[in-house]
């Protein structure tokens, strides 16, 4: 599943603040994204995504 966001490094931060697993840390992709993905407590893994604009 992907969730995009205003700030993915600000949803990083919460994340690491609370405990929750990161599998991907916050990394500028080359198809215009930041993206992270974190690991619920269920086990499924979300994809969190901002834009980077030109």
Excluded: L
Aim: charged share 25%.
């Amino acid at each position: 599943m992907s969730v995009w966001v205003d700030d993915v490094d600000e949803v990083h931060r919460h994340c690491v603040a609370q405990g929750i697993e990161i599998t991907f840390p916050p990394t500028n992709e080359p198809w215009g994204v930041r993206e992270m993905h974190i690991r619920h407590a269920d086990g499924h893994v979300f994809r969190t995504s901002t834009g980077i604009g030109e």
